[in-house]
């Protein structure tokens, strides 16, 4: 099958041009500034801009075990509705992924039920040494390791396996950085302060900066002691990002980091607003944190922006404190948001693809993907930069059904997605028949 977008804007490689872009079946066949040829499928891309689609290195879509929350199936849908096309997810769900076998099962039921291409990450714990070693770098995006901090139970607390991990893996391992033991301190403080009815603004003091500083800057001194390959996740603070190293290529690092959508966006000011809607872990800081993320962010001392995607039922969110799950729906506006901070002149848009497309490509080695190029995978998301729309209850397609920009106007609306040359959304249509591939890694 061959498909042609027409006149479209290309944003790719830190260049804007237009061009057209023909697709043969699953691939990116040409690229020129002008094709006419019989295509099965046409689309007049005039107006719209067209970038890669977004690659989400850090979602929880809670299968198995937890889909009341939330299922692969509809996650991916609401990925895809925000120019997502591919994503990588974590092992905190219910069987929690420590095994292999455990492993294998997830990319089964993602293979019958994801609309966007997918891989999982391999958990670690304290007692899996053996199975994390199994892992193949060729089709696994990384091991994942909730250093310091769990809300998942998946701990990785002694120290000799960290070493272990550390110095024997042959692989990408990517952490949670938060310390616990600060984190206990700070919740008896509160407790002293409040009582058992510790207020949600709290968070951030529970959750602190000491707590993210500690666990980052030790993981990091773990993986310069062995050589590891290291991505830390969902940065918070300003002060971590002096961590990171400004004068090295992405692709010759061997320590990254990645930002999240929240934490670009809110501050500790809109706790008194959105109250638990806005409680992740790590928690969203103060607004110097904020500020601070996006400096680092523009000058490539972090190198990626992920979702973090982890939702939550409403229900389970209007509980106390330490009843309240951390997290929240992110997929469907990642890429909005982003966007509005261009409109914002906070961010250009070769960045945000930088960042969102590219780099997570580059960090994690993937085959053929996160970029406008002929023989890559047809990936490709049209974005119409100019028509505004309202984030509300009828227009949310996560399962649990609220988000976290309820009433918020975005100006960039997302009106087609490509995946793997199939065009499986459009102006708010789906069409299902194709489903997403498992990404491959080029190690």
């Not at 420590?98 to 294998?104: C, F, R, S, V, Y």
């Not at 904020?290 to 209007?318: C, Q, R």
Request: charged share 25%; aromatic share 8%.
């Amino acid at each position: 099958m061959l498909t042609l977008i027409k006149n479209s804007t290309i944003v790719n490689e830190g260049e804007i041009f237009k061009a057209d872009v023909l697709i043969e079946n699953q691939k990116i066949k040409k690229i020129d500034s002008n094709i006419n040829i019989n295509a099965q499928k046409t689309i007049n891309a005039n107006g719209l801009y067209l970038i890669p689609g977004v690659i989400d290195d850090q979602v929880h879509f809670r299968e198995p075990g937890l889909t009341h929350k939330a299922d692969i199936y509809t996650e991916s849908k609401a990925a895809v509705a925000g120019g997502i096309t591919s994503f990588m997810e974590m092992p905190n769900t219910k069987p929690q992924v420590l095994t292999q076998k455990l492993l294998e099962e997830k990319f089964a039921i993602a293979s019958k039920k994801s609309l966007a291409n997918y891989s999982f990450f391999m958990g670690a714990s304290n007692d899996n040494l053996e199975e994390v070693l199994k892992t193949n770098p060729k089709n696994v995006g990384a091991i994942k390791i909730f250093m310091g901090s769990s809300t998942g139970n998946m701990l990785v607390d002694n120290k000799d396996i960290l070493e272990k991990i550390f110095s024997k893996s042959n692989m990408l391992i990517a952490v949670h950085c938060e310390d616990e033991s600060i984190i206990q301190q700070n919740i008896s403080k509160a407790e002293i302060k409040f009582g058992k009815n510790i207020p949600i603004s709290e968070h951030p003091n529970i959750r602190s900066e000491e707590a993210c500083y500690k666990s980052s800057s030790m993981a990091i001194k773990l993986a310069k002691k062995h050589n590891t390959r290291l991505h830390v996740f969902h940065i918070s603070t300003e002060k971590e990002t002096n961590l990171f190293d400004t004068s090295t290529k992405l692709k010759n690092k061997k320590i990254t980091s990645e930002v999240c959508i929240h934490h670009l966006w809110f501050e500790e000011n809109d706790y008194k607003k959105k109250g638990a809607l806005i409680k992740w872990n790590p928690a969203i800081k103060k607004k110097k944190d904020k500020v601070g993320l996006l400096k680092a962010l523009l000058d490539n001392k972090i190198d990626v922006v992920a979702s973090d995607h982890a939702p939550h039922t409403l229900k389970e969110k209007a509980n106390s404190y330490f009843k309240c799950p951390s997290g929240g729906p992110l997929v469907q506006h990642a890429l909005p948001a982003m966007l509005e901070l261009v409109k914002q002149n906070k961010i250009n848009l070769e960045k945000v693809v930088e960042k969102m497309c590219h780099n997570p490509s580059i960090c994690f080695n993937i085959e053929k993907r996160g970029f406008i190029r002929e023989k890559y995978f047809a990936d490709l998301v049209l974005v119409n930069l100019n028509s505004p729309w309202k984030v509300d209850k009828n227009n949310i397609l996560y399962k649990c059904g609220w988000s976290p920009f309820e009433g918020e106007k975005f100006h960039s609306k997302i009106t087609h997605t490509f995946i793997n040359g199939h065009l499986i959304y459009q102006n708010g249509a789906f069409d299902e028949k194709h489903k997403g591939k498992r990404l491959t890694f080029d190690r």
